[in-house]
């Protein structure tokens, strides 16, 4: 089965070199590499050439820049595999990754998804610039009540589509954790990946629609979280710098001021409400988790001092009564004596525990690269007598 790996990339520089390092000494034939760059104006065009050598390797290069996702349709028009996966510039693959995807395809019976799990590695300077690359293991824990490993129902994946409507994600949504059939795209109605968020609309719309869809909890990718990463550009409480950067809007009616991702995911639940309206019958977006997890955000980033105590207290004098009253009833599942205590204990000093929980610290790696092989030999079996 052919894999079709699909990098855009803008200005990826110095970190486009090792996610293409990455891919392409994988020791498999039958796999291509599309790379749609963005019209970079930086060394891309340098680094993608002298990877020239390889036939795998397909580079297409836009002369003006055009919005993100729609870079990355235009790396996906150009593949011609059975699978397709979609990767950041400053992501990389575990050696070994093609031939354990292409076991899994083979165990399960070429399912239309494969999900599988990864590490993060945060680059020196992502986080909040703390100097100090960051890691976790895994990428990220498994929701509960979702098997181990093998296949999900489907009526299991309605009620993770579902779930994503009361914000609450039951895994997570990132195209590089998942490959995709040609076929499965093919069923999507308004294509595989729309703004703002390709990876959030296509991987709930594909829960509707795919016949089957399997886990495995192999760790097989790094997520690079670097300071070019949009999830990085909008932690903080600049809208337009993450509208610019996706070259989007996120206005919707009811829209509260904050953090862009959950205003973000607002839209896309919008857009997956209008085209799959029959599977999602009777389900409506949950204003009172929207609040929740907005309103949150503003006491985070008070807390670490991003957000000045007068503009979150203005903020919360502006919502009207009835989003109290919805925020109020939105806030009780999440209260508990633990959560509580571990948000009342923030600390300025050290933003980078609260408002990325999971990473730790990890001073003696300075790049991907550096992190894939530190991961690599920790996952290697100690040599017998």
Not at 321 to 346: C, E, M, Q, T, Y
């Amino acid at each position: 089965m052919k894999l079709s790996i699909v990098l855009p990339t803008r200005n990826g520089g110095e970190l486009l070199e090792g996610c293409l390092r990455s891919i392409l000494d994988q020791d498999y034939s039958d796999m291509e590499l599309v790379v749609s760059d963005n019209a970079s104006d930086d060394r891309t065009p340098d680094i993608l050439e002298s990877f020239a050598g390889d036939p795998r390797l397909k580079v297409l290069r836009l002369d003006e820049p055009v919005e993100v996702t729609d870079n990355w349709i235009n790396g996906v028009n150009a593949t011609s595999g059975d699978y397709l996966l979609l990767i950041g510039d400053d992501d990389c693959l575990l050696p070994g990754y093609c031939e354990r995807i292409d076991e899994l395809i083979e165990k399960y019976d070429r399912p239309d998804c494969i999900t599988y799990n990864g590490y993060a590695y945060a680059f020196p300077g992502a986080l909040a610039g703390h100097p100090h690359s960051h890691y976790s293991d895994p990428f990220y824990e498994w929701g509960s009540g979702l098997p181990a490993e093998g296949p999900l129902p489907a009526d299991l994946r309605r009620e993770i589509a579902r779930d994503f409507f009361r914000f609450h994600y039951r895994i997570h949504l990132n195209l590089q954790t998942t490959i995709v059939s040609r076929r499965a795209i093919g069923r999507m109605r308004k294509g595989f990946l729309r703004p703002p968020y390709p990876d959030f609309y296509a991987l709930n719309a594909l829960m509707l629609v795919a016949d089957s869809w399997v886990y495995s909890p192999d760790k097989l990718i790094v997520i690079g979280i670097s300071p070019k990463s949009y999830g990085h550009t909008v932690h903080g409480d600049d809208r337009a710098e993450g509208e610019q950067y996706l070259g989007i809007s996120l206005d919707f009616p009811g829209q509260l001021p904050g953090h862009a991702v959950i205003n973000g995911t607002y839209v896309c639940l919008l857009e997956l409400k209008e085209d799959y309206g029959p599977e999602l019958a009777g389900i409506e977006i949950d204003r009172g988790q929207y609040l929740f997890n907005q309103i949150y955000a503003w006491y985070l980033q008070w807390r670490v001092g991003s957000l000045p105590r007068r503009t979150f207290l203005r903020r919360l004098r502006a919502l009207p009564a009835r989003d109290w009253l919805l925020f109020l009833r939105g806030l009780a599942p999440h209260l508990s004596p633990k959560r509580v205590l571990r948000n009342v204990r923030i600390s300025r000093s050290e933003p980078v525990q609260h408002l990325w929980p999971g990473l730790r610290p990890l001073p003696e790696v300075s790049d991907i690269e550096g992190f894939r092989d530190w991961v690599t030999r920790a996952r290697v079996p100690a040599a017998g007598p």
